[in-house]
């Protein structure tokens, strides 16, 4: 969709410096267009993005006003979601609908697909026919999908071409993407046959044929495909760019490895916000925001930690014939709920990048019991030793011991088994799965603990 032209001119990688956010403000606060010009006029499409998405959001409508003029379209792509969302209404539809002729399909959409739909197609009837069809056509596949992710600039040739006729049809052609890797050799309905590099273009001599040349393994990606499973198999054939097909099996766009990083960065991002229970939340959120989408969670953790008062609760008599075990509880479910969590991450992880799989799932499970019991007798020693000596109690001590024992044990077995149940119902394990192993590190803690004190003890 866009044009460049070769400017003669390179830059060294400078990290970005957070420093330059304060002399902008400075700036801003002064009214000084000048300096704001002179301060950014260097800076890439991507340390702008960073200045604004750190910038109060009171200051981004001046900001976007002084380098207007100046605007990278690309910056609209590396923004925040919600900052991109004001941007784009400083901006105002003519404007933005100039700046996403200039980006490649994939990060064009990438600028609208969040946008409502009277905006989106505000903007979208305000773009010539034949860029507006490719929007659409990506715009028009489920939001993780491949269709989403992929770009519909891509090069495809028949295979009874030769390699100077195809370097002779580049060199004329007036609408090359702006970066590629490989050709698509592709049939009468423009199904994909081969991939070839351009390195093996190059290397081989114009009058061979195309059809002849050696080729990459063909992997193709269906366009309903979801993007977490493209990524797997980006990451699994080691592939630099692969082609996208519709239900017909015709070529309709290519996705390539700087598509599938940010795949990466934001799966592996969004699995970490969920594990916290923290959701979409981002840094940029104003408070009511931010508040209203922890809560949730939050209150679902007070009726876990309600459970676990209640067990506790039974207890009460034998808690206040014996205070040491108040002392000593929160020890246990502590180490429980800790070796829940590291075994919980794995499990995650490796769902998510198809390394755990029904296959291992035996030997996993039984893996990680083993080794959280293996802890739990290690720390069961050690804690055991100590409270029997600090409370001159050895029969405490070996409690407490065996509770850890049991607790941690109880964890290992617990941060595996719900993710793999929450996976198999369909439940994404990030989202859900911590709660329900605090939950049960607390309560078994707590039942084994007490309990024993009880029998035993008092």
Do not use: C
């Amino acid at each position: 969709m866009s044009d460049y032209k070769l400017d003669n001119k390179s830059k060294d990688f400078i990290p970005f410096d957070p420093s330059i956010i304060s002399e902008i403000m400075d700036a801003l606060d002064s009214s000084d267009r000048i300096k704001v010009i002179k301060i950014t006029k260097d800076l890439s499409a991507a340390d702008i993005a960073d200045i604004i998405n750190l910038l109060p959001r009171t200051e981004i409508k001046n900001f976007i006003e002084y380098i207007e003029n100046d605007f990278n379209p690309e910056i609209l792509s590396e923004l925040e979601e919600h900052i991109r969302e004001e941007v784009i209404n400083y901006l105002g539809p003519t404007h933005v609908a100039e700046f996403l002729q200039e980006l490649e399909t994939d990060d064009a959409v990438h600028v609208i697909e969040d946008l409502g739909e009277s905006d989106k197609n505000i903007i979208l009837n305000k773009i010539p026919d034949i860029d507006r069809k490719d929007l659409e056509l990506s715009l028009n596949y489920p939001e993780d999908s491949a269709g989403r992710l992929m770009s519909v600039d891509f090069v495809s040739l028949t295979p009874n071409m030769n390699v100077g006729e195809a370097i002779d049809s580049f060199r004329i052609s007036d609408d090359l993407p702006i970066e590629f890797y490989e050709i698509y050799l592709v049939d009468g309905s423009s199904k994909p046959i081969a991939a070839i590099s351009l390195s093996n273009i190059i290397r081989s001599s114009r009058d061979k044929s195309l059809k002849d040349l050696e080729s990459h393994e063909l992997i193709k990606i269906s366009a309903e495909m979801d993007r977490e499973l493209v990524a797997y198999q980006f990451e699994r054939f080691d592939l630099v760019s692969a082609p996208v097909i519709d239900e017909k099996g015709s070529l309709i766009g290519v996705i390539t490895a700087d598509d599938i990083v940010e795949v990466f960065k934001d799966e592996a991002g969004e699995d970490i916000r969920l594990l916290g229970g923290v959701g979409n939340e981002d840094i940029t959120d104003s408070v009511i925001e931010t508040s209203r989408s922890r809560f949730s969670w939050l209150f679902v953790n007070l009726i876990t930690a309600v459970i676990a008062s209640i067990v506790i609760g039974i207890f009460d008599r034998t808690i206040e014939e014996m205070v040491a075990l108040a002392i000593l509880m929160p020890i246990v479910a502590s180490m429980g709920g800790n070796a829940g969590t590291q075994t919980l991450t794995i499990a995650v992880r490796s769902l998510s990048t198809r390394d755990l799989i029904p296959l291992n799932y035996k030997r996993i499970i039984n893996r990680e019991v083993l080794v959280s019991f293996l802890n739990g007798l290690l720390f069961a020693i050690i804690i055991g030793i100590l409270s029997a000596l600090w409370f001159s109690n050895p029969a405490l001590g070996l409690v407490l011991a065996i509770a850890m024992i049991l607790n941690m044990a109880t964890a290992g077995f617990a941060g595996i088994i719900i993710p793999l149940i929450l996976n198999k119902v369909g439940i994404d394990p990030a989202l859900a799965s911590s709660v329900f192993v605090t939950t049960v590190t607390d309560v078994v803690g707590f039942l084994v603990f007490l309990g024993l004190a009880a029998l035993f003890l008092v």
